[in-house]
């Protein structure tokens, strides 16, 4: 990912976008051809490995073994150059973006595999959720696992972007948050409040 000095993002906040932002695009090279799953990944507790399953019929299955781009997107929007005190100005776009790469192994460890899949389930579930996967019946649980090809993904590279404005003066940066500020949009909301720790 190209990624100007300006925009670079923290490591820490890189783990913090790969968590609120876990619904991920999983790449990698099939028999010659590129491939990619939408899917959910969890980032591990030690932080350095991205855990999830694909279904049993996805041939990306075969990846195993082979380095992988995982690509984790944030929130993001359009930039109007209305917004600028200055009219030699044109559209750009603000957002945030996590790559990261690693090799993924194949996860056949029954414990391993279940832990995943409570860590997944209690991630996503409201906690006042009547749905509880430890009060599922065991069999319908176990019959379901066929279906899945667990994984692991130990990551060797790791990095992120945040295009928030950072190019431009502090006066143009807050006209642009006070635009946003007004948007329906969750996203732009998101953006500007992001621009608006950038800039504090």
Request: with cysteine; net charge negative; aromatic share 8%.
């Amino acid at each position: 990912m190209y990624i100007p000095d300006s925009f670079k993002m923290e490591t820490e906040f890189i783990y913090q976008c790969i968590e609120e932002n876990s619904f991920s695009i999983l790449v990698s090279e099939n028999n010659g051809e590129m491939i990619a799953t939408h899917l959910p990944l969890l980032l591990s507790d030690d932080k350095q490995s991205l855990i999830g399953h694909f279904a049993k019929p996805n041939p990306q299955k075969d990846s195993f073994g082979k380095e992988v781009l995982c690509i984790f997107s944030g929130p993001h929007c359009y930039i109007s150059p209305a917004w600028y005190e200055t009219d030699r100005a044109v559209p750009t776009w603000n957002f945030i973006a996590v790559h990261a790469k690693g090799i993924l192994n194949i996860v056949e460890d029954p414990k391993k595999i279940h832990t995943s899949l409570v860590k997944l389930v209690k991630k996503f579930e409201s906690k006042d959720s009547k749905y509880k996967m430890d009060q599922v019946d065991t069999q319908y649980i176990e019959g379901l696992k066929k279906g899945i090809v667990p994984f692991e993904i130990k990551i060797t590279h790791l990095e992120g972007k945040q295009k928030l404005s950072q190019n431009h003066s502090e006066e143009r940066r807050n006209l642009v948050i006070k635009e946003l500020e007004i948007l329906p949009g969750e996203n732009e909301r998101a953006i500007a409040k992001l621009m608006k720790d950038s800039i504090n």
